[in-house]
T-cell receptor
């Protein structure tokens, strides 16, 4: 039972354009969401997070949007840069179970074309 | 930023042998470490939560006698895959959280191949 789903295994975007990565979840108990970025041969690194009390969180070029009614979140990267090419994982947690107990999506491989 | 070191990065072993994977927090004390497994094209799946000085808590479906976890110090947790089978071949990755922190820091992962 995949509680967090990233339905696009890959995404290709032109440099300078907006990259939009999507994530859906099924568990209504999730109240904290995170995005991680992973380069080959490295562990995931934290990118940005959002609590369920918000619908948007912005950090520089990265913005995460949360639509609780649709159980959907998205990560926007604008403008996209070649260094953004990586695998992006969406993760969710239910704080009552411990905020660090994360459920991950399958990941989306983002390729930024020069 | 905080660094988590995981070794080895890649290991190939024969079926029936045991393999130990180490996860170290290099510049902070990690009261809790997590172990994940990722099969190709699938999610990172949490296997167990390891708390320093106590027994690990395993997720449903994970055999605790097969995947031995030891968290003997605040900077080291080990995962031992005992009597490895080809179906144990996977990518294993650890993460750690600081004593007073909320963010997870991940190791670089270990690709295990069982022949």
């Amino acid at each position: 039972d995949q509680q967090v789903k990233q339905n696009s295994p890959s995404l290709s975007v032109q440099e300078g354009r907006i990259s939009i990565l999507n994530c859906d979840y099924t568990n209504s108990m999730f109240d904290y969401f995170l995005w991680y970025k992973k380069y080959p041969a490295e562990g995931p690194t934290f990118l940005i997070s959002i609590s369920s009390i918000k619908d948007k969180n912005e950090d520089g070029r990265f913005t995460v949007f949360l639509n609780k009614s649709a159980k959907h979140l998205s990560l926007h990267i604008v403008p996209s840069q070649p260094g953004d090419s990586a695998v992006y994982f969406c993760a969710a947690s239910a704080r009552r179970e411990g905020a660090q107990k994360l459920v991950f999506g399958q990941g989306t491989r983002l390729t930024i074309n020069p | 930023g905080a660094v988590v070191s995981q070794h080895p990065s890649r290991v190939i072993c024969k079926s029936g042998t045991s393999v130990k994977i180490e996860c170290r927090s290099l510049d902070f004390q990690a009261t809790t470490m997590f172990w994940y497994r990722q099969f190709p094209k699938q999610s990172l799946m949490l296997m167990a939560t390891s708390n320093e000085g106590s027994k690990a808590t395993y997720e449903q479906g994970v055999e605790k006698d097969k995947f031995l976890i030891n968290h003997a110090s605040l900077t080291l947790s080990t995962l031992t895959v005992t009597s490895a089978h080809p179906e144990d071949s996977s990518f294993y990755i650890c993460s750690a959280i600081q004593r007073s922190g909320t963010k997870l820091f991940f190791g670089s992962g270990t690709q295990l191949s069982v022949l």
